[in-house]
């Protein structure tokens, strides 16, 4: 027998008993309102930590200044030139940078204990990945925007007009998209947030800037060129400077588009499997 | 016999380290089970896999009647959890997680929304509602950590060291809770490094230590398997202490254990009715006691005949063993 004295609290046994009492099990959540859902957390998380937007709007902001005039005269003859090469570029790499926040988020998650109480919900398993992905689908347009902006403000002015740039954006998205399972991936796999930056930095440096986003290739060297037109970015990156410049070349999109759909298809099925097990 | 869990055999490894290893439970529906362990004994992993958040590298494990690999879902969706390893997303407000939990569960947006704010008033965080979590203190937060949980109504609960690093008042408060929680009808499978709290809320413990179940029954009877209760005996003289304590092990026909403070001597008796004959023993050679006592082993006790040592010593000792996550 305990004849404990405690303090007078409010009882909460009974509360608690109420409050169960009450709860009727409402029809299983389908596939489509799950991932919704994660969506409005993003969004949310968004709303109570507005310094992760820091990232998305700043560095395009200072990668398209400092691009364009630090080393826009020496590539190109003068800024202005160099602003209507680079800009599609700069608007490439902006996005594909900050698709590794992708797996920034997953593993903060991991280490909060958050994905498990996800992880133990009766809901579709994708779903949590799909929502991020939603909610990362904000960060890459509002950070195109930032570009364009910046960009139409120092005298830059697309011959593909609206419509190429929207579609610009879109093929972006779409590759991004894709590429975000290959985070996740990383995102799962490494032990701390700091190690998922360094991982990704570590692909996305090389992979960004060897590519014909800064720079044309043909100045190059053959061995470095020979990577440069196999790297993605610049295929990437080709085809939305198409789109922008009013030249689409179907081939170059098409590409983009197979090898988005390639990327899903491999990282996509691995990183549900990890997540699965982890 | 109606089971809420059932194991055989459960076996998880992490590189070289049996995190667990050949566990063997069989739970009934209803009440507390408590699963009591130092840190790194193979809690943690166990419930994970009952959760269905590992999957087991050998043995099976039923959950209320499903299997945990292959009906996953079901268990699920029965289920619920918490615990320092399942927690709230300390970003969003206390309201937005329920809400977030509720839709998840297939609440519609009104009824998420009330039913959050039901939740919060019952466990008496109605006024932080709009705070974010991470602004919640230690109680606090394990209260929303567990009215996360119920949202819709678990047949069964894991909660995972629900009162670790709590002060004593929020310690209570969750044991309220969990009583509450008892009495409306949940299973509870309770992990715990404190033998007072298995002692308090569990009808039946399992002791794990290395990744395996080393004893199982009701609290009483894991302390009746140490013998049925101690008897302490301080002298008034130091000096008369040896003399006390052979006096009171011929009489009680025990080993006689001296206490490293210099004036206390326990002994385990299978029969407390002798004790008083055996005071009386001492009390005629003139020799003076101050203070006796007799009661029933703790569970550090038992701990202690189980493993040949303190709890609390092997969970210093094991301290950086957590398992990973």
């Known amino acids: 027998m305990t004849t404990e004295t405690r303090e007078p609290t409010r009882s909460l046994d009974a509360s608690v008993i109420a409050a169960l009492g009450a709860a009727e099990r409402p029809p299983r959540a389908n596939a489509v309102s799950s991932s919704l859902t994660f969506g409005w957390r993003a969004l949310l998380k968004i709303k109570h930590v507005p310094e992760q937007l820091f990232d998305v709007t700043m560095f395009p902001i200072l990668f398209t200044l400092m691009f364009t005039y630090v080393f826009g005269g020496a590539i190109s003859g003068s800024t202005g030139d160099y602003l209507q090469y680079a800009l599609p570029g700069i608007l490439t790499q902006t996005v594909v940078f900050i698709t590794m926040y992708t797996g920034l988020t997953i593993n903060t998650d991991i280490d909060k204990g958050v994905f498990d109480r996800f992880r133990s919900l009766p809901v579709w398993r994708a779903s949590l990945l799909v929502g991020a992905l939603l909610g990362d689908t904000l960060r890459y347009g509002l950070a195109s925007f930032m570009v364009l902006v910046v960009g139409v403000l120092i005298g830059y002015r697309a011959p593909g007009g609206f419509l190429g740039v929207i579609l ?76 922008m410049d009013d030249a689409p070349d179907s081939g170059d999109i098409l590409i983009v588009l197979v090898l988005s759909a390639v990327i899903t298809a491999v990282f996509a099925p691995i990183a549900l499997r990890l997540y699965n097990t982890k | 016999m109606d089971l809420a869990i059932e194991t055989h055999g459960l076996v998880k490894t992490f590189g070289d380290n049996r995190a667990v290893d050949g566990v063997d439970l069989a739970i009934r529906a209803g009440g507390v089970y408590g699963v009591l362990g130092p840190n790194g004994a193979g809690k943690t992993t166990t419930i994970k896999m009952l959760a269905t958040l590992l999957v087991p590298d050998g043995g099976t494990a039923t959950v209320l009647g499903h299997d945990v690999v292959r009906e996953a879902p079901d268990v699920r969706a029965r289920v619920a959890m918490t615990g320092q390893f399942a927690s709230l997303d300390e970003d969003l407000t206390g309201l937005e997680n329920l809400v977030l939990l509720a839709r998840l569960y297939g609440y519609g947006k009104a009824a998420a ?49 629900p009162t670790t690093g ?43 230590d290395h990744g395996r179940v080393i004893a199982e029954g009701t609290s009483g009877e894991l302390k009746a398997s140490v013998g049925s209760g101690a008897v302490r005996v301080r002298v008034a003289d130091p000096g008369d202490r040896e003399e006390v304590a052979r006096l009171l092990a011929e009489t009680l026909a025990a080993e006689p254990v001296l206490e490293p403070d210099g004036t206390t001597v326990t002994l385990r008796v299978d029969d407390p009715t002798a004790v008083a004959g055996a005071l009386q023993r001492v009390g005629d050679r003139g020799l003076r006691v101050n203070e006796y006592s007799l009661g029933q082993p703790s569970l550090d006790e038992v701990f202690l005949a189980l493993t040949g040592r303190p709890a609390e010593e092997s969970a210093t000792e094991t301290q950086d063993q957590e398992v990973p996550a």
């Open chain 1, 168 to 243: 610009a954006v879109l093929l972006l998205l779409v590759f991004c998209f894709s590429l975000s399972w290959l985070w996740l991936i990383v995102g799962l796999k490494v032990r701390s947030p700091n190690a998922v930056m360094g991982t990704s930095m570590m692909v996305l440096f090389p992979l960004t800037f060897i590519s014909s986003v800064f720079a044309p290739p043909e100045t190059m060297p053959g061995w470095l060129q020979a990577f440069v037109d196999v790297n993605p970015v610049t295929l990437l990156c080709e085809a939305a400077r198409g789109l």
């Open chain 2, 166 to 208: 709590l002060d004593p008042r929020s310690r209570n408060q969750v044991w309220e809770i969990v009583r509450g929680l008892v009495g409306a009808g949940t299973t509870i499978l309770l992990t715990t490094q404190y033998l007072e709290e298995a002692d308090q809320l569990a009808d039946r413990i399992a002791v794990i």
């Open chain 2, 113 to 161: 929304k009330e039913r959050g704010m039901q939740l919060l008033e019952a466990f008496d965080l109605a006024e932080s509602a709009k705070k974010q979590v991470k602004a919640y203190s230690g109680g606090m937060r394990r209260r929303i950590d567990i009215a996360g949980s119920i949202v819709v109504r678990p047949d069964l609960m894991f909660l995972d060291e």
